[in-house]
């Protein structure tokens, strides 16, 4: 099974000052249906390689607290010869037969949760899917109004230590961790599932 193309999310933890360095996070669980649905843009997405079932990926970012659409790499029917813009941005044919569409900054109005992880901490075969967020040295939650931040809560040292409890089992601090995020409870994106 090929490893999936996750979404990604641009961020710096430590502020949101947008001349900062951001670090690139996946995008790990949502609280509420997601904004941005390709075909309601009248993008019909389809599987053309392996790395990608579900035809498109997205890299979001944050810019003064807004939650935009950054960038939409989506893979379409070879029949289109040109598929509409997105917010003003023409695509262009790119690498691996997707059509990218940069700088979009799409605003979104999503208003709920959402979980972001990065930097996998041990064997990678440990992270087959997000609820094991205890195997990322980084987890993030972000709490959005209408696109809007309104509270960050970084998890990062709480996963660290679920990962430090070596007197329970494997099992046991996965359900620690599906206890400890109860509010995202089958919200998990699984990307090989999409």
Not at 109 to 138: M, N
């Amino acid at each position: 099974m090929s490893e999936q193309i996750p979404d990604y999310f641009k961020y710096n933890k430590e502020n949101n000052d947008k001349y900062s360095k951001k670090k690139h996070y996946e995008l790990a669980a949502i609280e509420k249906d997601w904004p941005f649905i390709p075909e309601t843009y009248g993008y019909h997405p389809v599987d053309h390689f392996t790395g990608c079932w579900r035809g498109f990926h997205c890299l979001y970012e944050m810019v003064d607290l807004q939650l935009l659409l950054k960038s939409f790499f989506v893979t379409l029917d070879c029949s289109v010869a040109s598929p509409p813009d997105l917010n003003g941005v023409a695509g262009k044919k790119g690498y691996g037969g997707f059509w990218e569409y940069k700088q979009v900054n799409l605003p979104l109005g999503y208003s709920g949760g959402i979980i972001l992880c990065a930097d996998v901490v041990g064997p990678a075969d440990w992270c087959s899917d997000y609820e094991r967020t205890h195997h990322f040295r980084d987890v993030m939650e972000l709490r959005f109004e209408n696109g809007v931040l309104t509270s960050k809560t970084d998890h990062s040292d709480t996963m660290k230590e679920i990962r430090g409890f070596t007197d329970l089992s494997f099992h046991e601090q996965e359900e620690l961790v599906a206890d400890y995020f109860s509010l995202y409870s089958n919200r998990w994106i699984n990307y090989y599932k999409l």
